[in-house]
């Protein structure tokens, strides 16, 4: 069956502006989470959302928030880019969520702020 | 605070069993531990996943002792293809968040 996809796989904005990253999950599965990759934090949770409902909620600031549509796709959304957000965005997609369920990761969204 | 610890890289050559160990002090009681390899501009691909003493499935083994403070990936006989990044991944004790590890960089050479 089909993996996780994300789209763009590429984007470049500006500081102050806004972007919107979009995951599609793999048929069935009603948890996604999304994690920003960079060269010096390594990978950090962002959030999870299951069944529309924000579950879990890593420590970011307010400008990242997401939110799950009724087919468990999912849009996580920037506000206010600053340079530091230039990473790599990848979302995971499991059966029921973070404990125990297998992650299944997309290839990620690489953003990079100028 | 849940912490981890891993090797920060590896080096190892074709045909040898190498060993990565993540140290995770804070693992929730109820969790499991899982393994991800990730290649370059790739997202990271679950390898094994085990709750405690040994799990081997086809590409590799997990060794967990009863304290579960720790665990040790076994990737018997590397090849250039395991060139690549590995982490431990599990979640804080709240249950609220998955931790990965900082990743090994393992290097495979002829």
């Known amino acids: 069956k089909a993996g996780v996809t994300q789209t763009p796989r590429y984007l470049i904005k500006t500081r102050g502006q806004q972007v919107t990253l979009s995951c599609s999950p793999i048929s069935g599965h009603r948890s996604v989470s999304w994690y920003q990759q960079t060269p010096g934090q390594g990978l950090q949770f962002l959030f999870e959302y299951f069944s529309e409902t924000q579950r879990n909620k890593g420590n970011f600031p307010g400008r990242f928030s997401g939110r799950q549509f009724s087919n468990s796709r999912s849009e996580m959304n920037v506000s206010t880019l600053e340079l530091g957000d230039s990473a790599l965005y990848l979302c995971a997609s499991s059966l029921a969520g973070l404990h125990t369920d297998t992650q299944y990761f997309g290839p990620g969204t690489r953003l990079t702020v100028l | 605070l849940a912490k981890t610890t891993q090797p920060i890289s590896m080096d190892s050559y074709e045909g040898q069993e190498v060993n990565i160990t993540c140290s995770h002090n804070n693992i929730a009681t109820n969790d499991y531990i899982t393994w991800y390899q990730q290649f370059p501009s790739q997202g990271p691909r679950f390898i094994i996943q085990?709750?405690?003493t040994k799990v081997t499935n086809e590409v590799a083994s997990l060794f967990i002792p009863a304290d579960r403070k720790s665990s040790t990936l076994s990737l018997p006989r590397v090849s250039l293809s395991d060139t690549a990044v590995y982490y431990c991944l599990f979640a804080n004790q709240a249950g609220t968040a998955l931790i990965f590890g900082k990743g090994t960089t393992l290097s495979v050479s002829s």
């Open positions: 085990g709750y405690k």
